[in-house]
């Protein structure tokens, strides 16, 4: 039972945004960066956003994160049936202790 | 090229002990640089995060399996493992080893393996 919550699922048809909202608290995405994750099955989990808006090299500049207070946002624009896949919001709590979201199912119509 | 590579015990019997080893190739461990992860992922469902370990030795777990969890560090092998005592069925997941570069940021995982506990 996570502490920090998502939507258990989102969609939209290619082309459209969509946004994947990521729920915490004071100890964890409030006072820590939040980092985002998207997991395709069978895969390991690939690095998406860190630093609440960072992307690493070679993420493709459709995904965009921000972060305000205790909420964090994952924005897909321009959706794409390869972006069907779960997406993790993670972040650290200040018990020292790292912490993934729920979890969100993002399907393209 | 930074590659890991986890051990397979497979099945573990409940109440014994799962052991795990991480083989981390292209990078040594002992740099100073990264932290050291493990996490797991039951069938269906959710990321877990286990613990990580420093260079130092220095550890920090997921309090919801520090009284049974364990990771160590060896240098000379450029590996580190993972315990997990008194398993039970809810302990069935894939377990990645992966590296931090900070936080809960993971730049390189493991391809992971899945641990069956039965009996």
């Known amino acids: 039972q996570s502490v920090v919550t998502q939507p258990p699922s989102a969609s939209g048809t290619p082309g459209q945004r969509v946004t994947i909202s990521c729920s915490g608290s004071?100890?964890?995405?409030?006072?820590?960066?939040v980092y985002w994750y998207q997991q395709v099955p069978g895969a390991a989990p690939k690095l998406l956003i860190y630093?609440?808006?960072r992307r690493p090299s070679g993420v493709s500049d459709r995904f965009s994160g921000s972060k305000s207070g205790t909420s964090a946002s994952l924005v897909i624009s321009g959706l794409r049936a390869e972006d069907e896949a779960d997406y993790y919001c993670a972040t650290w709590d200040d018990g020292l202790r790292g912490v993934f979201g729920t979890g969100t199912k993002v399907t393209v119509l | 090229h930074v590659q890991l590579q986890e051990s397979s015990p497979g099945l573990v019997k409940p109440s014994q002990t799962l052991s795990l080893t991480c083989n981390v190739s292209g990078a040594s461990i002992n740099n100073g640089v990264y932290y050291w992860t493990w996490i797991r992922q039951p069938a269906g469902k959710g990321l877990e995060w286990i613990g990580r370990i420093y260079t130092t030795g220095s550890t920090n777990f997921n309090p919801s399996l520090k009284s049974r969890v364990t990771i160590s560090l060896d240098a000379s092998q450029n590996q580190f493992s993972l315990t997990l005592t008194s398993v039970t069925a809810a302990d069935t997941a894939i377990y990645y080893c992966?590296?931090?570069?900070?936080?809960?940021?993971?730049?390189?995982w493991g391809r992971g393996t899945l641990v069956t506990v039965s009996s």
């Open positions: 630093r609440n808006d």
């Open positions: 992966a590296r931090l570069t900070e936080w809960l940021h993971v730049d390189s």
């Open positions: 004071n100890s964890n995405v409030g006072s820590n960066f």
